[in-house]
T-cell receptor, first 112, second 111 residues
Framework: AQRVTQPEKLLSVFKGAPVELKCNYS??????LFWYVQYSRQRLQLLLR??SRESIKGFTADLNKGETSFHLKKPFAQEEDSAMYYC??????????????FGQGTTLQVKP | NAGVTQTPKFQVLKTGQSMTLQCAQD?????MSWYRQDPGMGLRLIHY???????DQGEVPNGYNVSRSTTEDFPLRLLSAAPSQTSVYFC??????????FGPGTRLTVL
């Protein structure tokens, strides 16, 4: 079965420290991967997607097809980055329907 | 635009009761989804629709029914609520492989 793994349930860092949220997926194709974020008391929203190659709020994510990873990185964490982060590759075989499979989520806690 | 709206925000049910969670979107998106969010499990797809009149099962469809009579609305029905269905439910809409827009969620407790 297709899997997406976010190995850290909780990642706690101090403000200004680098952050890396890990995501590994099992998929043989060239997936269109997403990172979604849920801030406290807010709805889930798109943070970034692989195809656009943008840097959003200082976050970037590089697709490593060899390792099948799509880790989310930020060089200097800010307190407002504290949130739950979900990695979401497309469901294998879903074509252009946009069906996603979500990881278990990583809670990022940025301490002052 | 309101985006994706969900009602109710909170609901408490007794085991065996039925209810419908409402979801509506005003972005004219063809695709709509229902997810449940549980600690340590992430979001899991319950049911899915690629357009009015067309629905499909997701990863965890048992105990839930959906219908899509209009582009805008995608209600989720719990047929006979069980404690295992205690969760936070999210509705989302999107076009193709593009960004999914989520509703604010419904927190359901089944006693």
């Amino acid at each position: 079965a297709q899997r997406v793994t976010q190995p850290e349930k909780l990642l706690s860092v101090f403000k200004g420290a680098p952050v890396e949220l890990k995501c590994n997926y099992s998929y043989s194709g060239s997936p269109e991967l997403f990172w979604y974020v849920q801030y406290s008391r807010q709805r889930l929203q798109l943070l970034l997607r692989h195809i656009s190659r943008e840097s959003i709020k200082g976050f970037t994510a590089d697709l490593n097809k060899g390792e099948t990873s799509f880790h989310l990185k930020k060089p200097f964490a800010q307190e407002e980055d504290s949130a739950m982060y979900y990695c979401a590759p497309p469901l294998h075989g879903s074509g252009n329907t946009g069906k996603l499979i979500f990881g278990q989520g990583t809670t990022l806690q940025v301490k002052p | 635009n309101a985006g994706v709206t969900q009602t109710p925000k909170f609901q408490v049910l007794k085991t065996g009761q039925s209810m419908t969670l409402q979801c509506a979107q005003d972005m004219n998106h063809e695709y709509m989804s229902w997810y449940r969010q549980d600690p340590g499990m992430g979001l899991r797809l319950i049911h899915y629709s690629v357009g009015a009149g067309i629905t499909d099962q997701g990863e965890v469809p048992n105990g839930y029914n959906v219908s899509r009579s209009t582009t805008e609305d995608f209600p989720l029905r719990l047929l006979s609520a069980a404690p295992s269905q205690t969760s936070v439910y999210f509705c989302a809409s999107h076009e193709g492989n593009n960004e999914q827009f989520f509703g604010p969620g419904t927190r359901l407790t089944v006693l």
